[in-house]
């Protein structure tokens, strides 16, 4: 009977998951960070490599693709669409265009090699990890990734471009358009959402440390879909359509984390549960 008694005043503690960063000093996780940083940039390198091997597709379809007015999207949304008129006005103007869609893409190319070398160095530091657990959780992260790509490129710029190129304020006003600003603007655009869509990866990490839960999410839903139009409004042209067309997106995603928070409540208390049952037998 004492014992039993004892056992109820002191719950016996989960034993804390393997961690093969226990040991490691500060220098030595500086030093793993830096071998992750070289793994990750030697996959980009690869995507450059790439990129470079085949620059003429990627500059004239891919970059200059949504230039033209025959760019098989504005068909398909039901764009009237112009050609823009490019001018290089700096004298290293297309060089630096050149080196910057190839750094771009092969970035984009390289990016599950990049996205794997990160989150194998960071995700000791929310709970114990494998291989297999580690190579999946890149897979959730690149997937997320390259269809903010895609829905940045293919829906976004589109609407972008054809707002900018048709805008003007007088007939006597012609709009001829930089090359490296043309580049630049298609960059910001295209990895901003690429980024954005990251909602569901970011609100799954947070949901299994245990610092957001769905209910946190719920409550500030009204708050979230502000933020989101702002954001919306920020990372578009100054034109309703664009806006609405990434502001919809963007909500989506928030409900969407919801769920995903959900899923990670659930496996985070269903390990807590074992975990306490294994250190109570």
């Known amino acids: ?52 091997i085949f620059s003429d597709f990627f500059v004239n379809q891919v970059l200059l693709g949504p230039a033209k007015s025959t760019f098989f999207m504005y068909e398909f949304i039901g ?14 103007g297309q060089f630096f ?13 390289g990016s599950p090699i990049f996205f794997y070398q990160m989150w194998a160095f960071v995700e000791p530091a929310f709970e114990s990890t494998t291989k297999r657990k580690t190579f999946l959780t890149t897979i959730f992260i690149t997937f997320f990734f390259l269809i903010g ?28 358009f930089d090359i490296n600003e043309y580049f630049s603007s298609l960059s910001k ?7 954005v869509f990251q909602i569901p990866v970011i609100s799954y990490s947070l949901s299994k440390i245990g610092l957001l839960t769905p209910e946190i999410l719920k409550r500030f839903r009204r708050h979230a879909i502000v933020a989101c139009l702002i954001l919306a409004a920020f990372l578009t042209p100054p034109e309703a359509i664009s806006q609405i067309l990434i502001g919809i997106p963007l909500v989506v995603l928030y409900e969407f984390s919801i769920v995903i928070s959900k899923v990670a409540v659930k496996r985070r208390e269903k390990e807590l549960k074992k975990s306490f049952q294994e250190a109570s037998e």
């Open 1 to 52: 009977m004492a014992e039993r008694k004892i056992m109820t005043q002191h719950l016996p503690k989960a034993p804390k998951p393997e961690d093969r960063t226990t040991d490691m000093s500060f220098l030595e996780h500086l030093e793993e960070l830096r071998w992750r940083i070289i793994k990750g940039l030697i996959g980009v390198v690869i995507g450059v490599v790439v990129t470079f």
């Open 79 to 92: 764009l009237d669409a112009i050609d823009l008129t490019l001018q290089s006005r700096r004298l290293p």
């Open 97 to 109: 265009t050149f080196w910057g869609v190839l750094f771009i893409v092969g970035f984009i190319i």
């Open 149 to 176: 790509i895609a829905f940045g490129y293919l829906i976004l710029v589109p609407f972008a471009l054809q707002f900018f190129t048709q805008f003007q304020i007088a007939d006597v006003i012609r709009n001829d």
């Open 189 to 195: 655009w295209v990895l901003s959402c690429g980024l």
